[in-house]
């Protein structure tokens, strides 16, 4: 069965960074495209990061050069590096992993199919 366990989150300061983890079990993540998602209380979830196969990655416009999307293939593990937080970006964060048949999501400028999903890990930043 595929697991996805995500880690990092917690509380910071505006102006602080996190990163945040995606360990996988039972799922290659060299081989898939991922991404990154969050949920704010009373809002739609939103995609926030995504990585193709290929390494190509996407941002939703709100984080664009404050977070990284990465592959630690060494670890089957996904990356979300998070630097200039601002209270705007308090939610949780979910890990969600692709497949040819996966359920059609939008990523910033990118569509691809996801079809697991992580419990999320909760992040608070104050001000």
């Known amino acids: 069965q595929v697991t996805l366990e995500e880690s990092g989150g917690g509380s910071v300061q505006a102006g602080g960074s996190l990163r945040l983890s995606c360990r996988a079990s039972?799922?290659?993540?060299?081989?898939?495209?991922m991404a990154w998602f969050r949920q704010k209380p009373g809002k739609e979830r939103e995609g926030v990061a995504a990585i193709e196969r290929d390494g190509s990655t996407a941002y939703t416009d709100s984080v664009k050069g404050r977070f990284t999307i990465s592959k630690d293939t060494a670890e089957n593990t996904l990356v979300l590096q998070m630097n200039a937080l601002n209270p705007e970006d308090t939610a949780m964060y979910y890990c969600?992993?692709?497949?040819?048949?996966?359920?059609?999501?939008?990523?910033?400028?990118?569509?691809?199919?996801?079809?697991?999903w992580g419990h999320g890990t909760q992040v608070t930043v104050s001000s």
């Open positions: 039972g799922y290659n993540i060299g081989l898939n495209a």
């Open positions: 969600a992993a692709g497949h040819p048949f996966g359920a059609w999501h939008v990523v910033g400028p990118m569509s691809l199919r996801l079809a697991y």
